[in-house]
């Protein structure tokens, strides 16, 4: 199963990306993750990252495309992936097509997680993760079982990232309506987009993507 998922800051990429990891047994390739785990590293690139993540705005095409060209040749993605955050230019979505066809792979969908973009800026703002194990939590809509403890690891650290915050959410949705939706055209032509709304509770959208899912592939 090879498929992106495409919407907005908090439209549930990252959150159906680790539940669909799980049920189909490939690999989340989060760009956002990937670049966070660069910018922790503190080298020149890492505070580099850091600094335009923080603006909201995007990473250069050339590094993107490389970090992810990289990441395909891997063992663990010769059987599907789902690409979170990823193609989000034009120049990403091309880079997309030619990487793909020269390591003889094609995608089976690519779903948009639709969402009120009112409802975005209060997802993005209660967002936090395990601080040892990354699961992620919301302050309304996704809390641990026991308050305070994750519940997947037992952790009792929990992080907020630097880029949550409203002023920043606001211009992270900006970027997405100009350079991130032209892209949608583009697998609409190929028949590969498939819409699910992401409103709806988190189990009701993974069981949605998973019946498209399960009807492609
Ligand atoms: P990235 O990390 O990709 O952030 P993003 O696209 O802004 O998306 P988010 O991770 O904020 O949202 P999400 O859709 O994953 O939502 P989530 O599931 O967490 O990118 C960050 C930055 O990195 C970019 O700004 C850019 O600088 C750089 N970057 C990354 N990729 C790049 C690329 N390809 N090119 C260039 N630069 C790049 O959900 C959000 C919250 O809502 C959670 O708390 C969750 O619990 C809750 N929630 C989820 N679903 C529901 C639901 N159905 N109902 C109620 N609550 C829900
Ligand atoms: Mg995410």
Redo the contacts with the bound molecule.
């Keep these: 199963m090879k498929l992106i998922l495409l919407?907005p800051?908090?439209?549930?990429?990252?959150?159906?990306a680790k539940r669909l990891m799980e049920a189909y047994g490939i690999p989340q390739l989060?760009?956002?993750?990937m670049?966070r785990a660069v910018s922790k590293s503190g080298s020149g690139l890492g505070n580099e990252i850091a600094e335009?993540?923080k603006t909201?705005?995007?990473?250069s095409d050339d590094i993107?495309i490389k970090m992810i060209a990289e990441r395909l040749d891997d063992a663990d993605c010769q059987n599907g992936f789902i690409l979170?955050?990823?193609?989000?230019?034009e120049a990403?979505a091309a880079g997309l097509d030619r990487m793909l066809a020269d390591k003889g792979m094609a995608l089976d969908a690519v779903i948009e997680?639709s969402v009120d973009v009112n409802a975005l800026v209060e997802?993005?703002t209660?967002?936090y993760t395990c601080a040892k194990c990354g699961a992620?939590?919301?302050d309304a809509?996704?809390k641990p079982k026991i308050e305070g403890v994750c519940d997947a690891c037992g952790g009792t650290e929990f992080t907020r990232r630097a880029?949550d915050n409203e002023a920043t959410v606001r211009d992270?949705m900006r970027?997405y309506e100009e350079q991130t939706k032209p892209i949608i055209p583009h697998y609409e032509q190929q028949n590969m987009l498939k819409r699910v709304s992401?409103?709806?509770?988190?189990d009701v959208?993974t069981a949605s993507i998973k019946t498209i899912l399960d009807a492609v592939h």
């Design positions: 919407g800051p908090g439209a549930g990429k990252g959150t159906q989060s760009t956002g993750d670049l335009i993540m909201g705005a995007l990473i993107i979170d955050g990823f193609p989000r230019t990403q997680l997802r993005i209660g967002r992620g939590y919301h809509f996704q880029d992270r970027v992401g409103m709806a509770d988190i959208v």
